[in-house]
């Protein structure tokens, strides 16, 4: 090493002495700081889990118990019968509804906050997210005074003499799947701004000096530039909308049935927990094959706009 | 620079923080309606909030739901505030693995969090639900939570500032309690905050784990709909929102909100 060593050679230096010196330090500082927060999901999560996988290949003996005298998949195989399967398609359905619904409306209401938010920016977002701390259950409920058939969007509607009757909204698919956007909005814009704000918009200039119309500029400049963050939004709706059991069952009736509700009845009322178990894991199961394959798209999307 | 927006994008906006904020409104005004039933405005009242006042039950599954609280806040921000430094600061063997299951309990649906801890307490232990098993229940649920939002802290603090304080002649513990623990405080803060949200908000998880005396207000308030609106609801509602509304402009005033904010925002990127 000469004399004139640079920052970067010394901050190597002191880089490596400590970490050899270090070693034994780093292996007890990880056991204090990572060890408890791993055992408690382990215990309290990961062990959960296995034993709903044990009790799913089960069945629930004459006396109510479960016994797992005779494991089989029986469980799995009952899920094709006519109960699951349309539960899981209007689960996919709702839930890819309010997903397309969050992203078309957070989209705009993201690039204005980016665009012409200025210094309001923060304030903005706050403004978004501040329902998102009032809890869920509540916004929902709202949701069932307003929609109503004697609620206040009737009764506008009946006062100003545009309809002549009640219109049935409550208890239909219309409800929940407003209810549910209503309510994962706030996960779509978050993210959908930051990809948008990120958004080098000299590109966009660019693309609009070489003649591109404000339509090409946008489809073949901003939006692929935002795509990670569309991904991004899909999926943190997609998610907790599939699995969703308060908006169905509170602005649905017994006609909007989806998997969570249904895990959910046979679990309080029939009771036959190695069966609830097993539609469980098929919800699981159908969440994180549906995550994996977003995550493997925005992948492939983020290389696209990198290369 | 940013020019001007077009008139269509910017009524679009404003339509979508009012709808955002609607509900709430109607929720608000609705909880000083004299009337039992109508959805129409029938005169200003305060009955609602004497009645609320004079509900047992519901005084008890506030009391019972502040607890929950309590203890979710304190177990998982300590366990939450551990794992994430340890994330941002240590390169250690698994730590993809740990990541994983940070992200796995954000990803599996509440409903499948609330059935296996039901089978888990009652197969292993024989446990009918109870305070503490709610509040078990709880702390599992936020630690990654305030895992995601600590280690975004840890991880945008500069580590130099910690190894000048060593170089000044700070031991390693006094460097972390006067250097890195005040820089880390505001992600703290954020994620207790979130913690509290989630487990005060929380239904689903809870329904499966309450039992006989441990009744959290959204499992009662669930109830109360599926039996028939009342405004006490309402009135019940309305004190929720404003209490929730003065801590968050309180949080706003300390700062803490903007981490949250931002820890949020990339939250999604950690996925």
């Known amino acids: ?307 | 620079m940013s020019g001007k927006p077009s008139r269509w994008l910017t009524g679009f906006t404003v339509l979508t923080y009012v709808f955002l904020f609607a509900p709430i409104v109607v929720l608000i005004v609705f909880s000083f309606n004299d009337s039992r039933r109508s959805f129409t405005w029938q005169g200003f009242t305060l009955q609602w909030y004497e009645k609320l006042l004079a509900n047992t039950e519901m005084i008890d599954a506030l009391r019972v739901t502040l607890v929950v609280a309590v203890a979710a806040v304190v177990g998982a921000t300590i366990l939450g505030s551990l794992l994430g430094l340890g994330l941002a600061r240590l390169r250690f063997r698994g730590s993809g693995g740990v990541q994983t299951l940070l992200l796995l309990p954000i990803m599996t649906p509440e409903i499948i969090m609330g059935i296996s801890l039901l089978v888990f307490f009652s197969q292993l232990f024989g446990l009918n639900g109870s305070i503490g098993q709610i509040a078990l229940a709880h702390i599992t649920f936020c630690i990654s939570y305030v895992a995601i939002t600590v280690r975004a802290r840890a991880a945008s603090l500069d580590p130099r500032l910690e190894e000048a304080a060593r170089d000044l002649g700070a031991s390693a513990v006094g460097a972390f309690r006067h250097v890195t623990l005040p820089l880390l405080a505001p992600g703290i803060a954020a994620g207790a905050m979130l913690a509290f949200a989630l487990s005060f908000d929380d239904l689903v998880v809870t329904s499966f784990n309450t039992g006989v005396g441990s009744t959290t207000l959204p499992v009662q308030i669930y109830s109360g709909i599926r039996f028939g609106v009342t405004p006490q609801i309402n009135a019940i509602s309305t004190i929720i929102v404003a209490v929730v509304s003065i801590a968050l402009l309180l949080a706003w005033r300390l700062g803490a909100f903007r981490t949250a904010a931002r820890a949020v925002v990339a939250d999604p990127e950690a996925a």
């Open chain 1, 1 to 307: 090493m000469t004399a004139a060593a640079t920052p970067a050679d010394v901050e190597s230096a002191r880089g490596a002495s400590r970490e050899s010196a270090g070693t034994r330090s780093a292996a007890a500082a990880t056991s204090v700081l990572v060890l408890p927060g791993v055992a408690w999901l382990g215990v309290f999560f990961l062990v959960p889990l296995a034993i709903m996988a044990v009790v799913s290949v089960g069945a629930v003996d004459s006396a109510g118990h479960i016994t797992l005298a005779n494991p089989s998949l029986r469980n799995y195989s009952h899920a094709l019968d006519p109960e699951f399967i349309p539960a899981l398609l209007r689960s996919i359905y709702y839930a890819a509804a309010t997903t397309l619904l969050s992203l078309a409306i957070g989209y705009p209401v993201a690039y204005w906050i980016s665009r012409y938010g200025g210094r309001h920016k923060v304030a903005l977002l706050i403004l978004v997210m501040l329902p998102f701390w009032t809890s869920y259950l509540i916004r929902t409920y709202a949701w069932v005074m307003i929609l109503r058939d004697n609620g206040v969007l009737n009764s506008v509607l009946l006062d100003s003499g545009v309809i002549d009757e009640p219109i049935p909204i409550l208890n239909t698919d219309v409800s929940v799947i407003l209810g549910m956007t209503y309510g994962f909005l706030p996960y779509a814009i978050l993210p959908l701004f930051v990809s948008i704000d990120r958004l080098d918009y000299s590109m966009v200039q660019a693309a609009r000096d070489l003649y591109a119309s404000g339509r090409g500029a946008f489809i073949h400049v901003t939006l692929p530039l935002t795509m990670p963050g569309l991904v991004a939004a899909g999926l943190l709706t997609f998610i907790p909308a599939l699995g969703d059991f308060v908006t169905p069952s509170v602005l649905g009736g017994a006609q909007t049935t989806t998997i969570a509700k249904l895990v959910q009845t046979i679990f309080t009322a029939g009771r036959d927990w190695p069966y609830g178990s097993a539609l469980g894991f098929l919800l699981m199961g159908v969440t994180i094959v549906g995550t994996l394959v977003a995550l493997r798209s925005l992948r492939r999307e983020v290389m696209g706009a990198s290369a």
